[in-house]
């Protein structure tokens, strides 16, 4: 053994060759094993024994607690290679065939207790093509814009070494072979997956066939079968869809693990599936009027009768994650108790159906009806199941006249040895006793003491101490034939489970098409819920905006008073110029007017008394530097290369939410900067914006051009303090109150005392009021003059000719 290569580890050594950059985990009787670099690797990382093998270093995994490691393997960034018996070792001509079986990475999970109810991803990057793949509930998506991978976090990105490494943190990344992005064949490996002759009507791209197909080719090379569940790859639609880039999303906090997020402040979901499909489409809210008010209009029949939301989302909350099941029985991987789960979940179908009918709400989205699946596996599978395929706790009663036969045999035993052992003492008048050991199967176990004669046929087995141990031919018999009837039990049970499982996939697609119109009925409740809950209202869409009484849908969550406020756009008023002291409200008002359009397009009431809303195509947010504190990204250039990409990308349709811009520069480059984006803005791009700026002088703007008013938050100065009342109100702000907010801050009073003081003899001497503080008039006159010379509407950064 020292140098000799066992046969066993022979074979294991030419497939860690082959799965170099995996952890193997190979099977040997009841365990997984890991040897050499990757025994002392999973001993360290799960907490296993290191034991050895020869001079090999060995440690293993039981079998049954695979998932458990397997979890813990791929969250520490592992890709881990099973490799499985492929015979049973009791029949096995010599060496035990084995082969990997599956490649697991954090991307390709499908285990429930290794998985949240999120969606997760594993996708593919070409150019600037993006397909993502969530092989757990078949999910497939796929974008033209790197975005996707913040908006979507997939677990695991490959790419092609034609690619620059992405930049995406947090991610497993893996560059792959080029064969996998091949431009020739994508489009056929696409139509074969798939089994269609043509793929056109998904209206892709060459990049996005290459993306799809390169996701499908590494699942294949991985998972060593065909993914008969995945969806067909859903494309990004521009005109169905509002596009809402990474940036947005995280400024308006929309999808963050916060208490403050707006996913988790409307999620109210009941199933797992309706959860996923809420946050995908706030992700992107829709854009088509009619889609939009049909969502509208079902939430509203909700909301009018709370009784009935609650009747449905009682039968909703019996319906299990039916995706990720049927993933797991597609693949095959389903257990006992994911088809009890599923039988469950088609008892729900029927009642949601029945609630359906009576109601008269959700005509249209009826489900299909399976109730003879649901009989089926009724009858097939015990109504609580107990223990592992195989042992013959699963398949019920009735189903198999064979199965139930060698079911009867092993439990007649017990009393077919009760009867046996009587008849023993009843023979030799002694208290014997049978049992079983797993070393010399069934004995009869006869005292020391006993003085009379051991039948001839007993063939003494084992020696105790009081007592001696004997084999008769009737117990040889027995136990033969008990063998005999769990190897029965074992094979006839695991084939019947299968067939039950093919019988569940024959229903496949309706069963598909039915959880995705749970998915959406859980989600429209979810808004009614909401909406009855926080008291929300029905918006009505028309080519202006008003908002009257509206909150912010979490910031008023966490305050005490809320303060609601009202705003009205119009193409005379497109433009709004937002000041006010620091802490007086700007950033929550107008994040507020973003969420609730898109709450609006997504379906849901919002928190208003009234809501008259414009569609928008996208929403652009782009938030000052210095506010940008979540990220490190917080210099001027990028910033600045930020607000670039909206006044690329916005139109008249969009809304644009502008905080602070300008804000990462001197104050004099700031404002000229800020200055000259507000005009482009509003009478190049004439998109809907709201600028909330500390540059109070951006207020001169609403003088000297159309489409621009100023708004400002209302404070009310009393002798020694400032009060921020958080009204929006019209007009601008004269101050800014800076060293009220640090009184409010807890600087001590001598200091603020003496801060005033400062700032007095600061605004009295005009050369330093210029950096630091704000512009005089005059200068503020020396900025308009020059924007006229150098013509309305241009983009152009004068501050440097302006310091001349
Ligand atoms: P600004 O952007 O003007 O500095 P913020 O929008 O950040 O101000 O608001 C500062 C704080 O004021 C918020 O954290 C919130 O607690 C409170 N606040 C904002 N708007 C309101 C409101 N309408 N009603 C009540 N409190 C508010
Ligand atoms: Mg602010």
Known sequence: MQNELTPMMKQYMDLKEHYSDSVLLFR?????????EDAKYISKALGLVLTHRGNQPMAGIPHHALNVYLKKLVEQGNKVAICDQLEDP?????LVKRDVTRVVTPGTLIEDDALSEENNYIAAVYEKSVALVDISTGDFVVESSLDAINRYSPKHVIYTSEDPTPNFSDTFKEKVEDWYFDRQNSESFLKEHFKVNDISFLELSLNEIVACAAILKYLQNTQKRVLSNLKMPLKFRENARMFLDSDTLSNLDVLSKGTSSLYRHMNRCVTRMGQRLLKREMIAPLRRREEIEYRHSLVKKLVQSEELLISLRKVLSQIHDVERIMARVAYPAATPSDIVALRESLRAFEKLNLWIDSTGIFKELRLTDLRDLREFLEDAIKEEPTGEVGKGGVIAQGFSAELDEARAL?????????GYQESIRDKLKTKAKVGYSTVFGFYVEISKSYKGEIPPEYKRKQTLVNSERYVTPELLEIEKKMLHANEMIENLEKELFERVC???LRKKEEIFSNSQKISFIDMIGSFARIALDE??????????VELVESRHPTVEKHVKEFVPNDLKMNEQRRFVVLTGPNMSGKSTFIRQVALISMMAQMGSFVPAKKAVLKIFDRIFTRIGARDDIASNRSTFLVEMSEVATILHFATRDSL??????????STFDGLSIAWSVSEYISQKLKAFTIFATHYNELSELEKIYSGIFNLTIKVVESEDSVIFLHKVINGSADKSYGIEVARIAGIPEEVIKRAYQVADALASTSQIKKSVRFLTNGEVE?????????????LTFFSDTLKK
Do not use: C
């Open 410 to 418: 092993v439990s007649d035993v017990d009393e077919y040895l009760a």
């Open 782 to 794: 020396k900025i308009k003059q020059r924007l006229k010379k150098v013509g309305k509407g241009q």
């Open 502 to 504: 093919n019988e569940i």
């Open 28 to 36: 040997v009787g009841d365990f997984y094993e890991a040897f050499g």
């Open 90 to 94: 009791k029949y096995a001509k010599g």
């Open 535 to 544: 008291n929300y209202t029905l918006p009505i869409f028309s080519d202006h």
């Open 656 to 665: 644009i939410i502008l905080d602070e811009v300008g804000r990462g520069t």
